[in-house]
């Protein structure tokens, strides 16, 4: 009933993208992004209709052979059950012609949302173990990431109104709202950087890859060169932004001289004032006075900076495709941390630009957890899911941005070589595990 068959135009292919809703990990601009891995470009029609599409990148592992991955799964209708199997038989035949080891795929269905399950990803996961795949268990070994994520709708669901940035964060836990209200009092500033600018400028490049250094020591979780980064930038340069947050050492002292300026004045003025009026200026020179202390605080901790300097203290990196805004990269340097909040004003800056550029989703990005199914239930796909010690505060952080907990349905393996899967299986959890500690060490 199908036939299914290799893609060569690629503008049919990103436009199937674009109109059933896919991802920028599915449009032929990421294999780009990708070189390390071969590319393949799958298509099925039905009759003359195109019914299906999935891009498959390959890679070979040492002892576990060439590996198959099917970024963000299928763009198809996954209830149809013939679809679905005739493009198994059709993909294992594949497998056995290019001697894949086999094929992971990680469908972009939600599971559950805020904790409700969603029917469409439960028949996925039905659908996808009677045709043979499997649930990997072990998120150790995923490909590319966790299938925990964390999403800000940027619409109404039922009226399609689109909400405001400000609206957005009114929502937002306390601290979200305040650290992002005076961010520009505490010295931050801000950019936003296209791919010119930073080709233009390096330096925008090294600031980022310093804070990601910094998030990487805390979280353990980067482990990307600054020559990645930039040509991941340079292949989405139509869709990916940079956003920078800096501490300014003489804006800072600007704001500090005109508190100063403003207790002054409020002495001068406690002098001819009534008992009413002077109890007010008390009051707001104590406030005054706090914000002075907190300053002279962040003086203090960025003493090795000159007074004219500013430094990066916050970045993220972001790619926006076909309405979804994906944090793909992003964090705070140890400096200021705690006393400037940056990380909360780069992501308001990211889900401004998210609202501006009339995104539907800002994906605040993915959380890493331990287990992905329940414990007790092997044929639970992801059960209640345990946040790995070191993403506890990330999650906590993603949290507090009032959004959308989505829960994946995972990662499944069609297997053609069950000894060289279960090589991969064992082999690629530790030498991430080795690779991990080197980059640590070499950047330290």
Not at 398 to 417: P, T
Request: aromatic share 12%; with cysteine; net charge negative.
């Amino acid at each position: 009933m199908y036939k299914f068959e290799s893609e060569k135009d690629f503008k049919a292919f990103d436009d199937y993208v674009i109109n059933n809703g896919g991802t920028y990990m599915q449009c032929s601009l990421w294999p780009e992004a990708k070189p390390a891995w071969s590319s393949h470009f799958y298509v099925g029609y039905k009759d003359d209709e195109r019914v299906f599409q999935c891009l498959i990148l390959g890679r070979n592992l040492p002892l576990a052979g060439l590996i198959w991955y099917i970024p963000d799964g299928f763009i198809c209708d996954y209830s149809d059950k013939v679809l679905i199997e005739e493009f198994t038989s059709f993909i294992m035949a594949e497998m056995k012609k290019h001697n894949v080891t086999a094929l992971l795929t990680d469908p972009h269905i939600p599971l559950r949302i805020n904790g409700v399950e969603q029917s469409s990803g439960l028949d996925a996961h039905d659908m996808l173990i009677a045709n043979g795949y499997s649930l990997n268990h072990n998120i150790e070994n995923y490909i590319y990431k966790a299938p925990v994520q964390y999403y800000i709708p940027l619409k109404d669901s039922e009226t399609g109104e689109r909400f405001t940035a400000d609206g957005i964060i009114k929502k937002c836990e306390k601290g979200v709202r305040y650290s992002v209200r005076i961010g520009d009092q505490r010295g931050l500033v801000s950019k936003i950087c296209s791919y010119d600018d930073v080709k233009n400028d390096p330096t925008l490049m090294d600031d980022f890859m310093q804070v990601m250094g910094d998030t990487s020591d805390r979280n353990d979780f980067m482990e990307r060169n600054s020559d990645y980064v930039t040509h991941l930038m340079e292949v989405f340069k139509d869709y990916m932004d940079l956003s920078l947050v800096y501490y300014d050492k003489s804006v800072d002292k600007k704001l500090q001289d005109e508190r100063d300026r403003q207790v002054a004045d409020n002495l001068k003025k406690m002098e001819t004032c009534n008992e009413k009026q002077k109890k007010k200026l008390v009051n707001d020179n104590e406030t005054i006075q706090q914000q002075t202390d907190n300053y002279l605080k962040r003086y203090q901790l960025a003493k090795d900076f000159t007074d004219n300097e500013s430094f990066c203290v916050a970045a993220g990196l972001t790619i926006r495709y076909n309405g979804i805004a994906g944090c793909i990269f992003g964090g705070s340097r140890n400096i200021l941390r705690n006393e400037t909040r940056p990380s909360h004003y780069v992501n308001y800056l990211r889900l401004k630009k998210s609202v501006e550029t009339g995104c539907d989703i800002h994906d605040l990005g993915y959380v890493f957890v331990d287990e992905v199914c329940h414990p007790d239930d092997k044929t639970k796909p992801l059960g209640e899911f345990k946040v790995r010690d070191d993403f506890v505060g990330i999650r906590d952080f993603k949290a507090s941005f009032n959004s959308d907990l989505i829960e994946f349905i995972g990662e499944y393996a069609l297997v053609n070589n069950k000894f060289k899967f279960m090589m991969y299986s064992d082999f690629v959890p530790k030498a991430r595990k080795l690779k991990t500690e080197i980059v640590k060490k070499l950047r330290k």
